[in-house]
Nanobody, 124 residues
Framework: QVQLEESGGGLVQAGGSLRLSCAAS????????MGWFRRAPGQEREFVAS????????LYADSVKGRFTISRDNAKNTVYLQMNSLKPEDTAAYYC?????????????????WGQGTQVTVSS
C-alpha cells in the first residue's frame, strides 16, 4: 500500500502564495509519476499539475499555467506545488495522487493512490 499525506493548505489573500507538500510512504512505494488535483464545492474534480518520475516532464492545467509550479524531491518521497498569484477561484480542496507509471498524466483515472486532501481558501 501507498500512503499520501498533503500539507501546506490554508487561508491566503488574493495575490498571495502557498506551497503544498505531499509526502509519500509505504512498503510498496517507489518514486513514480505524481499529480495534483482539486475539487471546489459543487464542482467536479479538476486536474492541476503532474510530474514525471524524474521531474523532467510536467503538465499543467491552463488555468494555473504560469502561476503554479510542481516539483519533487525523490530522496524525500515528496512532491510540491508552489502556488503564486492566487485567485479566489483557486479555492478548493487539493489532492495529490500517484500512479504506477513514470510519465505525467492529466487524467484522474490514471492514478492509483490518493491523499486525503488539504484545503486552500483564497479570499478576495
Amino acid at each position: 500500500q501507498v500512503q499520501l499525506e498533503e500539507s501546506g493548505g490554508g487561508l491566503v489573500q488574493a495575490g498571495g502564495s502557498l506551497r503544498l507538500s505531499c509526502a509519500a510512504s509505504g512498503r510498496s512505494f517507489s518514486p513514480l509519476a505524481m499529480g495534483w488535483f482539486r475539487r471546489a464545492p459543487g464542482q467536479e474534480r479538476e486536474f492541476v499539475a503532474s510530474i514525471s518520475r524524474t521531474g523532467r516532464g510536467t503538465l499543467y492545467a491552463d488555468s494555473v499555467k504560469g502561476r503554479f509550479t510542481i516539483s519533487r524531491d525523490n530522496a524525500k518521497n515528496t512532491v510540491y506545488l508552489q502556488m503564486n498569484s492566487l485567485k479566489p477561484e483557486d479555492t478548493a480542496a487539493y489532492y495529490c495522487a500517484t500512479r504506477k507509471y513514470i510519465t505525467a498524466s492529466s487524467s484522474p483515472y490514471d492514478y492509483d493512490y490518493w491523499g486525503q486532501g488539504t484545503q486552500v481558501t483564497v479570499s478576495s
